[in-house]
Protein backbone atom coordinates (compact mmCIF):
# COMPACT_ATOMS: atom_id res chain seq x y z
CA UNK A 1 0.00 0.00 0.00
CA UNK A 2 1.07 3.34 -0.78
CA UNK A 3 0.47 7.17 -0.46
CA UNK A 4 -0.06 9.55 2.15
CA UNK A 5 -3.18 9.27 4.96
CA UNK A 6 -5.31 12.41 2.89
CA UNK A 7 -4.65 10.30 -0.30
CA UNK A 8 -5.95 6.87 0.79
CA UNK A 9 -9.05 8.99 2.45
CA UNK A 10 -9.36 11.18 -0.55
CA UNK A 11 -9.52 8.06 -2.62
CA UNK A 12 -11.71 6.03 -0.45
CA UNK A 13 -14.44 9.35 -0.46
CA UNK A 14 -14.44 8.72 -4.57
CA UNK A 15 -14.67 5.28 -5.07
CA UNK A 16 -11.42 4.29 -5.89
CA UNK A 17 -10.41 2.19 -2.48
CA UNK A 18 -12.38 0.81 0.02
CA UNK A 19 -11.19 1.16 3.80
CA UNK A 20 -12.96 -1.71 5.60
CA UNK A 21 -13.13 -1.05 9.32
CA UNK A 22 -13.38 -5.18 10.75
CA UNK A 23 -13.35 -4.15 14.39
CA UNK A 24 -17.01 -4.58 16.57
CA UNK A 25 -19.54 -1.32 15.80
CA UNK A 26 -19.47 -0.11 19.22
CA UNK A 27 -15.06 0.65 18.30
CA UNK A 28 -16.39 2.15 15.23
CA UNK A 29 -18.63 4.67 16.41
CA UNK A 30 -15.99 5.66 19.09
CA UNK A 31 -13.44 6.25 16.11
CA UNK A 32 -12.97 5.40 12.57
CA UNK A 33 -11.09 6.50 9.53
CA UNK A 34 -13.09 9.17 7.73
CA UNK A 35 -14.97 7.59 4.49
CA UNK A 36 -14.22 3.74 5.64
CA UNK A 37 -17.08 1.45 6.04
CA UNK A 38 -17.50 -0.78 9.25
CA UNK A 39 -17.58 -4.84 8.47
CA UNK A 40 -17.30 -6.36 11.76
CA UNK A 41 -15.55 -9.14 10.97
CA UNK A 42 -16.69 -12.76 11.69
CA UNK A 43 -15.45 -16.12 10.43
CA UNK A 44 -18.48 -16.99 8.50
CA UNK A 45 -20.14 -16.15 5.75
CA UNK A 46 -18.23 -12.32 6.02
CA UNK A 47 -15.58 -12.51 3.59
CA UNK A 48 -18.47 -13.61 0.98
CA UNK A 49 -20.45 -10.86 2.17
CA UNK A 50 -17.81 -8.15 1.23
CA UNK A 51 -16.93 -10.00 -2.27
CA UNK A 52 -20.44 -10.10 -3.58
CA UNK A 53 -20.73 -5.91 -2.08
CA UNK A 54 -16.94 -5.36 -4.33
CA UNK A 55 -18.78 -7.50 -7.54
CA UNK A 56 -21.40 -5.16 -7.65
CA UNK A 57 -19.22 -2.14 -7.26
CA UNK A 58 -16.07 -2.98 -9.77
CA UNK A 59 -12.39 -3.77 -8.86
CA UNK A 60 -11.41 -2.01 -6.24
CA UNK A 61 -8.41 -2.49 -3.93
CA UNK A 62 -9.09 -3.35 -0.39
CA UNK A 63 -7.42 -1.83 2.99
CA UNK A 64 -8.41 -3.70 6.35
CA UNK A 65 -8.21 -1.63 9.05
CA UNK A 66 -7.83 -3.92 12.16
CA UNK A 67 -6.90 -2.91 15.96
CA UNK A 68 -4.20 -5.99 16.24
CA UNK A 69 -2.39 -8.04 13.51
CA UNK A 70 -3.64 -11.20 14.39
CA UNK A 71 -7.21 -10.18 13.46
CA UNK A 72 -6.52 -7.72 10.39
CA UNK A 73 -4.41 -11.37 9.01
CA UNK A 74 -7.26 -13.32 9.62
CA UNK A 75 -9.57 -10.93 7.67
CA UNK A 76 -6.86 -10.30 5.04
CA UNK A 77 -6.58 -13.97 4.49
CA UNK A 78 -10.70 -14.72 4.45
CA UNK A 79 -10.52 -12.33 1.47
CA UNK A 80 -8.21 -13.19 -0.54
CA UNK A 81 -9.25 -17.07 -0.16
CA UNK A 82 -13.16 -15.41 -1.05
CA UNK A 83 -11.27 -13.91 -4.53
CA UNK A 84 -10.51 -10.49 -3.60
CA UNK A 85 -7.34 -9.16 -4.61
CA UNK A 86 -5.20 -6.31 -3.57
CA UNK A 87 -5.99 -6.43 0.07
CA UNK A 88 -3.83 -4.99 2.32
CA UNK A 89 -3.63 -4.52 5.99
CA UNK A 90 -3.28 -1.39 8.64
CA UNK A 91 -3.15 -3.26 12.20
CA UNK A 92 -2.49 -0.24 14.46
CA UNK A 93 -5.50 0.93 15.44
CA UNK A 94 -6.86 4.38 15.41
CA UNK A 95 -3.69 5.89 17.64
CA UNK A 96 -1.15 4.43 14.19
CA UNK A 97 -3.85 5.31 11.73
CA UNK A 98 -3.52 9.11 12.83
CA UNK A 99 0.28 8.59 12.82
CA UNK A 100 0.11 7.85 9.19
CA UNK A 101 -2.51 10.73 8.64
CA UNK A 102 -5.58 9.10 8.51
CA UNK A 103 -8.20 11.41 9.73
CA UNK A 104 -10.38 9.92 12.90
CA UNK A 105 -14.21 10.77 12.90
CA UNK A 106 -16.61 9.66 16.09
CA UNK A 107 -19.84 10.05 16.38
CA UNK A 108 -21.49 10.10 20.00
CA UNK A 109 -25.04 8.69 21.13
CA UNK A 110 -27.84 10.82 22.09
CA UNK A 111 -30.40 8.71 24.23
CA UNK A 112 -34.40 9.11 23.48
CA UNK A 113 -34.76 10.77 26.55
CA UNK A 114 -31.91 13.73 26.30
CA UNK A 115 -32.91 14.36 22.54
CA UNK A 116 -36.57 14.62 24.07
CA UNK A 117 -35.65 17.39 26.22
CA UNK A 118 -33.04 18.97 23.75
CA UNK A 119 -35.65 18.59 20.59
CA UNK A 120 -35.47 22.05 19.45
CA UNK A 121 -31.28 21.82 19.58
CA UNK A 122 -31.63 19.07 16.95
CA UNK A 123 -32.88 18.64 13.37
CA UNK A 124 -33.65 14.55 13.87
CA UNK A 125 -33.38 12.69 10.41
CA UNK A 126 -35.29 9.74 10.00
CA UNK A 127 -33.12 6.98 7.45
CA UNK A 128 -35.70 4.51 7.89
CA UNK A 129 -37.79 2.90 4.79
CA UNK A 130 -41.07 5.17 3.49
CA UNK A 131 -43.37 2.19 5.22
CA UNK A 132 -41.80 2.52 8.44
CA UNK A 133 -42.95 6.07 8.60
CA UNK A 134 -46.51 4.94 8.80
CA UNK A 135 -46.78 4.59 12.45
CA UNK A 136 -45.40 8.03 12.95
CA UNK A 137 -41.73 9.82 13.28
CA UNK A 138 -40.29 11.86 16.03
CA UNK A 139 -41.73 15.38 15.76
CA UNK A 140 -40.01 17.72 12.85
CA UNK A 141 -38.26 15.08 11.57
CA UNK A 142 -36.88 15.19 7.88
CA UNK A 143 -37.90 11.79 6.46
CA UNK A 144 -34.38 10.48 3.79
CA UNK A 145 -34.33 7.01 3.33
CA UNK A 146 -31.01 5.60 4.21
CA UNK A 147 -30.29 5.06 0.63
CA UNK A 148 -31.42 8.12 -0.40
CA UNK A 149 -28.91 10.12 2.23
CA UNK A 150 -25.68 10.47 -0.15
CA UNK A 151 -28.40 12.40 -2.49
CA UNK A 152 -29.40 14.43 -0.35
CA UNK A 153 -26.48 15.02 1.96
CA UNK A 154 -25.45 18.07 -0.08
CA UNK A 155 -28.67 20.05 0.93
CA UNK A 156 -27.60 20.03 4.82
CA UNK A 157 -26.60 22.88 6.81
CA UNK A 158 -23.28 22.75 8.51
CA UNK A 159 -24.42 24.74 11.19
CA UNK A 160 -26.92 22.54 12.23
CA UNK A 161 -26.82 19.39 14.63
CA UNK A 162 -28.74 16.31 13.24
CA UNK A 163 -30.04 13.43 15.27
CA UNK A 164 -29.99 10.07 12.84
CA UNK A 165 -32.59 7.52 13.79
CA UNK A 166 -34.01 4.82 12.34
CA UNK A 167 -35.90 1.53 13.65
CA UNK A 168 -33.30 -0.19 16.55
CA UNK A 169 -29.66 2.23 15.74
CA UNK A 170 -28.20 0.50 13.58
CA UNK A 171 -28.92 2.00 10.23
CA UNK A 172 -28.59 5.45 11.82
CA UNK A 173 -25.35 4.32 13.05
CA UNK A 174 -24.39 3.85 9.43
CA UNK A 175 -26.08 6.98 8.27
CA UNK A 176 -24.22 9.35 11.20
CA UNK A 177 -21.01 7.51 10.24
CA UNK A 178 -21.05 8.65 6.52
CA UNK A 179 -22.20 12.71 7.51
CA UNK A 180 -19.48 12.78 10.20
CA UNK A 181 -17.43 11.70 7.68
CA UNK A 182 -17.87 14.93 5.53
CA UNK A 183 -18.12 17.20 8.12
CA UNK A 184 -21.70 17.17 9.67
CA UNK A 185 -22.15 17.31 13.68
CA UNK A 186 -24.29 14.53 14.44
CA UNK A 187 -25.41 11.74 17.07
CA UNK A 188 -26.53 8.64 16.59
CA UNK A 189 -30.08 8.07 18.69
CA UNK A 190 -30.04 4.91 20.32
CA UNK A 191 -32.00 2.46 20.33
CA UNK A 192 -33.77 4.06 17.32
CA UNK A 193 -37.59 4.73 17.79
CA UNK A 194 -37.75 1.34 19.27
CA UNK A 195 -36.78 3.17 22.62
CA UNK A 196 -38.10 6.52 21.88
CA UNK A 197 -41.97 4.81 21.71
CA UNK A 198 -40.43 2.50 25.14
CA UNK A 199 -40.02 6.21 26.50
CA UNK A 200 -43.80 6.82 25.92
CA UNK A 201 -42.61 9.91 23.76
CA UNK A 202 -44.53 11.78 21.12
CA UNK A 203 -44.67 10.96 17.80
CA UNK A 204 -46.14 12.59 14.31
CA UNK A 205 -47.90 11.72 11.15
CA UNK A 206 -45.71 12.10 8.10
CA UNK A 207 -46.79 14.56 5.61
Known amino acids: ?9 NEAAAGRRLLLDVRPGAAYTKGHVAHSLSAPYVQRGWAAAV ?4 D ?25 DAGVSSVSVMD ?15 V ?8 AGELAEWTVIDVREPYEWRSGVIPGARTIPLNQLPHEAGALETSRRYAL ?9 AAAAFLADRGYQVANVRGGMALWLAGRHPTAPVG
Open 1 to 9: MTGTGEELM
Open 51 to 54: KNWL
Open 165 to 173: VCAHGNRSQ
Open 92 to 106: GGPEAWQTAGLRLVS
Open 108 to 115: PDIAADQL
Open 56 to 80: RQGPIPVVVLADNAVVGAAAQHALT
